[in-house]
């Protein structure tokens, strides 16, 4: 079992619906939660980052952790096609000063948003 | 645009060669990372460096190695080259190795094993 699951998709809706992307882990250490878009043939670009549990916001999008039940999601409102990318959660665990943290992707989900 | 700068784009060689990656941080960060996608691997943690010194690996092969430059620019040497080392090679960069969560990738290296 991988330690972060993530639907790859193909999700396609149309312009202006709110999308849901979603990942579970099975790493209760993970503490840090990133959220990456990636068009094609670019390198992932962070998003948006989430300490511990609890929701954050920019602009129409907005990270929600939930550490109990080990999911997270990131919510898309008013979706544009220029948000047609696929989407990569990624995290880490917290440690000790001096010390380094892995980040740990799920798979991707790929996302079309239809005009 | 990151700020983070890899060379070469493309790379097409044959097994068994040797090949050698490049990547310049964005100004001012001290930790370098790379990553391997791959279609059925996903995004895969190679190897970190920090301020020179190797920090943290990850799933590297043996026929892999990295260094980091005292100018802060890394290298990623892959040799022996297989079929299957053909990929998507991924430079990230931060500021220091506790903030992770705030790596900025580059564009990538395409190397195509034939």
């Known amino acids: 079992q991988k330690e972060v699951e993530q639907d790859p998709g193909p999700l396609s809706v149309p312009e202006g619906a709110i999308v849901s992307l979603n990942c579970t882990y099975s790493?209760?250490?993970?503490?840090?939660f990133m959220w990456y878009r990636q068009y094609s043939r670019k390198g992932p670009e962070l998003l948006m980052y989430t300490y511990s549990s609890g929701n954050k916001e920019d602009g129409r999008f907005t990270a929600q952790v939930d550490k109990s039940s080990k999911y997270i999601s990131l919510f898309i409102r008013d979706s544009q096609p220029s948000d047609s990318a696929t989407y990569l959660c990624?995290?880490?665990?917290?440690?000790?000063?001096?010390?380094?943290?892995?980040?740990?992707f799920g798979s991707g989900t790929q996302l079309t948003v239809l005009p | 645009d990151s700020g983070v700068t890899q060379t070469p784009k493309h790379l097409i060689t044959a097994t068994g060669q040797r090949v050698t990656l490049r990547c310049s941080p964005r100004s001012g960060d001290l930790s370098v990372y790379w990553y391997q996608q791959s279609l059925d691997q996903g995004l895969q943690f190679l190897i970190q460096y920090y301020n020179g010194e190797e920090r943290a690996k990850g799933n590297i092969l043996e026929r892999f190695s990295a260094q980091q430059f005292p100018d802060l620019h890394s290298e990623l040497n892959l040799s022996s080259l297989e079929l299957g080392d053909s990929a998507l090679y991924f430079c990230?960069?931060?500021?220091?190795?506790?903030?992770?969560?705030?790596?900025?990738f580059g564009p990538g290296t395409r190397l195509l094993v034939l």
């Open positions: 990624a995290m880490s665990s917290a440690i000790s000063s001096g010390s380094a943290r892995q980040l740990t």
């Open positions: 790493n209760s250490a993970f503490q840090y």
């Open positions: 990230a960069s931060s500021v220091d190795s506790n903030r992770q969560e705030t790596q900025y």
